[in-house]
């Protein structure tokens, strides 16, 4: 086993929306001020535990409406308008984190909405998630939210539809369902795609794909919350059947080990290098 060589994939790691996130949150926390976080501020548990260390408080929807005079941030996702305004009934001092990327595409969707409030605006991505409860919210909860290929075929081809994409889901599928769409769209109904999917995690799938045919064994930390995570872990598995998905350290089985020579480490847009740095020193300790 002493052989065994292990590498960290240097395109992993934290995007830069959520990069921003953090510092934003750990610049406030350094000044001693009592900072509240609007949902966990990444997908994952071992990062948010960090920062709760350091003072970071997170607290949901509800905990908000009760919440009076006091600092809250606002995670990389994105929030629907009517955060803003309960923040502003309740002198709430806003630290606004959101990512651009996701800004951008918020803006657009309610442009869209207020040129043609009877169209069908269409959100492929997953129902509840942070980000795309942020972009329904741009249509006063109008919009449509596919999650997969089949969820297409629910539409109604004969009205007008405007597709764009959560930032994280996977460009082959969003290409799928545009074919799809315009193979049904009736000839009198207008139908625009808006490509919304960040370059950064989309040039992630080729990249980790590569990386995953490299080693014998693949470590693929993320918290199992991440909608990113998932899709890169499926693309791990694809590529190199003998990959694990773990989010710490403690969770790696040292008898996967047995007969390997090479050990890739590579995580999600939420995970941070720290942790994946950990997983090789716990098997280095472990040997």
């Not at 590498?7 to 610049?27: L, N, P, Q, R």
């Not at 905990?63 to 002198?91: C, M, S």
């Not at 249509?139 to 969820?151: L, M, N, P, R």
Request: charged content about 25%; proline content about 3%; hydrophobic content about 35%.
């Amino acid at each position: 086993m002493s052989e065994i060589k292990i590498e960290i994939d240097k395109g992993s790691g934290f995007c830069f929306g959520v990069t921003t996130a953090i510092k934003k949150a750990e610049e406030e926390l350094a000044e001693g001020q009592k900072l509240y976080c609007l949902g966990d501020i990444v997908h994952n548990g071992m990062e948010v535990e960090r920062l709760s260390e350091r003072g970071l408080i997170t607290i949901d929807h509800e905990q908000l409406k009760t919440l009076h005079h006091a600092k809250v941030l606002l995670r990389a996702h994105g929030e629907p308008p009517e955060t803003y305004e309960i923040a502003r009934q309740n002198d709430i001092e806003i630290i606004d984190a959101t990512c651009p990327v996701v800004l951008q595409l918020q803006k657009r969707i309610k442009k869209k909405y207020n040129e043609n409030p009877d169209a069908q605006l269409v959100i492929f991505g997953k129902n509840g998630h942070a980000e795309v409860l942020g972009l329904v919210g741009q249509t006063q909860g109008h919009a449509i939210v596919i999650e997969k290929f089949e969820d297409v075929k629910r539409l109604d081809f004969s009205r007008d539809i405007y597709l764009y994409s959560q930032t994280t889901k996977s460009l082959d599928e969003f290409h799928r369902i545009i074919d799809y769409i315009q193979q049904h769209i009736a000839p009198t109904a207008e139908f625009k795609s808006f490509d919304t999917i960040c370059r950064q995690v989309a040039n992630r799938m080729p990249n980790i794909a590569d990386f995953a045919s490299r080693h014998d064994l693949i470590l693929f930390v993320s918290g199992r919350k991440s909608s990113n995570g998932k899709v890169l872990f499926n693309e791990c598995k694809s590529v190199n059947p003998n990959s694990h998905q773990i989010e710490r350290a403690q969770e790696i089985d040292m008898q996967w080990l047995d007969g390997v020579k090479t050990i890739g480490i590579c995580g999600a847009t939420s995970t941070p290098k720290w942790l994946m740095e950990e997983c090789r020193d716990y098997i280095l300790s472990h040997k």
